[in-house]
């Protein structure tokens, strides 16, 4: 059993993320490219974005704080704190509307 604080992990990124020339930070707190599943808190300063990149499997994005936008194709959702946001199959990006920080949640298929 390990417990793990997403607030401390999100706050600590945060701050790594405000004084990053690319404005992010990230890090995989369970899981990996060996597992199936893989979870990665992601912060991004507002303006910044992870740009459009494939979907690897079945995935999520829960907001812990701020307020994000997932495009994919010619769709758009905008999602806020505690906002969970089903991943597409399909390409997509993900914006920082606000500084933010997300749970990147991938079951690799």
Excluded: C
């Excluded at 829960?62 to 906002?83: F, H, I, P």
């Amino acid at each position: 059993m390990n417990k793990l604080s997403l607030d401390a992990l999100a706050r600590k990124h945060m701050e790594t993320a405000a004084a990053a020339s690319a404005g992010r930070s990230s890090e995989t707190f369970y899981g990996g490219h060996e597992q199936t599943l893989r979870q990665t808190l992601i912060a991004l300063t507002k303006g910044n974005a992870l740009s459009e990149h494939p979907n690897p499997g079945e995935s999520t994005v829960l907001v812990l704080r701020g307020r994000v936008r997932l495009k994919a194709g010619g769709d758009s959702w905008e999602a806020r704190t505690n906002d969970l946001l089903v991943m597409p199959r399909e390409e997509a990006s993900l914006e920082a509307l606000e500084d933010s920080a997300v749970v990147l949640t991938v079951a690799k298929r």
